[in-house]
């Protein structure tokens, strides 16, 4: 812990609840599945995970928040005092209910949610504001988070935002809502795309608009630095002029937490006397590392460290995955549509990158089956594959539109398409009018010219041919 850097979250804090399990079976009373419990567990939520993330890079954290004087709510402070957070700021108020959600999971699958909580505005508010503004001398930096449950009140948010002003201390908030007013002269706004469009009226479809709707919230809600969160796209500040930061994630298991991960790293960073651009690639590398991992994650500087390493390295082989551990990932695609090739790809040439990128152009994620040595010399012969299956898959991976390799080792891949069921299928145009291995269980198949003369067969006669010339 760096006890240098000391920030206070203001917010909203929820206990998230799980109950795990397994189905088998449908219930005869009515038309749902039967879970059976194998474990529970409970993390901290909401302005709890911008604490986590804050404790994980090291900070130095106090809490302010209100809750119910309820088990949910015992719970929720044992956590975060269990963490290292100093929790004398969070007031308890009776006849509160403190936020519960808890979540159903079946199988790695969310069943249902069931959420326990009040969001009336606060009654104690007076109190509240008054116990965080004589101590706001001691922080370097106040997150707000809010998450809608009736803590950050106009009069809260504007009362801190004029009180660290006065003592040149940043405020950095999460928005909720589509109504910025009670965030007016906070230092930055951390709201996604969606979000940005809500509160500006600004739909940001293009360049254009994500300026328009940029500079309307630094001007109407004077931001010092006005962000607005473009998850796969990354960060885009405006201070003078629009500047975008490319996000640094390239394996995306779940994006869950990830923007309170991003305050926390801009907050953090910003303690720490950080200039705003070098915040934001550090929030940026952050984001990377937790939307990486499954649930509501951390980031710790060793981490993000491991992946600055790996990146230089250019270490393509994450990409490289079972079966198995693709239909994980994919589990978690959303409406994301998965495109499926497959190939020996020997000897990796333009005809082979043209193709790929195409296919890629039809989806939003590619997955590659590549057929493994064994599979490639039942199919070509003993003289075949030229290249391991470990080279062509790395070689396959370095290409920046394909997103995951599968090596499979039988002569077709209609057990991988099986697993995977992906939204298209593609082949070569060689295919047209030909039976498409795993078209029954893929409907949509879409067949892609090859680049005439560009084959591995010929660039194997040319390489021969050259030797026996010479």
């Not at 990354?234 to 975008?244: N, P, R, T, V, Y």
């Not at 020996?344 to 590549?370: E, M, N, P, Q, T």
């Not at 070569?428 to 084959?455: C, N, Q, T």
């Amino acid at each position: 812990m760096d006890k240098n850097v000391k920030i206070l979250v203001v917010g909203d804090l929820m206990l998230d609840h799980y109950v795990w399990g397994s189905c088998d079976r449908i219930s005869p009373e009515a038309p749902v599945q039967v879970v059976k419990i194998k474990d529970e567990t409970h993390r901290l939520g909401g302005a709890g995970n911008v604490v986590c993330n804050l404790i994980s890079l090291g900070a130095n954290v106090s809490v302010a928040s209100v809750l119910g004087d309820d088990d949910t709510g015992k719970k929720i402070r044992q956590n975060l005092e269990n963490l290292g957070a100093n929790t004398s700021l969070i007031l308890n108020e009776n006849g509160r209910e403190s936020s519960l959600k808890s979540r159903v999971m079946a199988t790695h699958q969310q069943v249902v949610r069931i959420d326990k909580e009040s969001t009336d505005k606060i009654k104690c508010e007076s109190e509240f504001i008054q116990n965080i503004i004589k101590n706001l001398a001691d922080f370097s930096v106040v997150l707000l988070s809010d998450y809608g449950k009736g803590v950050l009140t106009n009069d809260v948010c504007q009362s801190i935002i004029k009180a660290c002003k006065a003592l040149n201390i940043a405020v950095l908030i999460d928005p909720k809502g589509s109504d910025y007013s009670k965030y007016k002269g906070a230092t930055l706004l951390t709201p996604n795309k969606k979000e940005a469009s809500q509160a500006t009226g600004i739909k940001i479809s293009s360049k254009e608009n994500l300026l328009s709707a940029i500079k309307w919230l630094k001007n109407e809600i004077e931001l010092e630095f006005s962000l607005i969160t473009l998850s796969e796209e990354g960060i885009a500040l405006f201070k003078d002029e629009l500047e975008i930061f490319p996000a640094e994630g390239k394996e995306v298991f779940d994006v869950t937490g990830a923007g309170d991960t991003v305050l926390a790293a801009l907050g953090f960073m910003l303690a720490k006397k950080a200039d705003i651009k070098d915040a934001i690639k550090t929030a940026n590398l952050a984001a990377a590392v937790v939307v990486a991992k499954i649930g509501s994650a951390t980031a710790t500087f060793s981490e993000i460290e491991e992946l600055l390493r790996s990146r230089a390295n250019a270490d393509f082989e994450h990409k490289i995955k079972t079966a198995e551990q693709t239909l994980e990932i994919l589990s978690r695609r959303g409406e994301k549509k998965l495109v499926f090739t497959n190939g020996c790809f020997d000897i990796l040439h333009v005809g082979h990158v043209r193709y790929l990128s195409k296919a890629r152009d039809f989806g939003d994620i590619l997955v590659v089956g590549l057929n493994s040595d064994a599979s490639v010399k039942r199919l070509k012969g003993d003289a075949r594959p030229i290249n391991s299956q470990t080279d062509r898959a790395i070689m396959l991976s370095s290409l920046g539109f394909v997103d995951y390799v599968v090596i499979f080792d039988e002569d077709t891949p209609l057990n991988l398409i099986t697993k995977l069921r992906p939204d298209i299928l593609v082949k070569g145009a060689d295919y047209e009018g030909k039976h498409v291995v795993g078209s029954e269980i893929v409907p949509d198949v879409r067949l892609v010219e090859f680049v005439e003369g560009k084959s591995t067969t010929n660039v194997i006669n040319r390489i021969e041919n050259a030797k026996f010339n010479s």
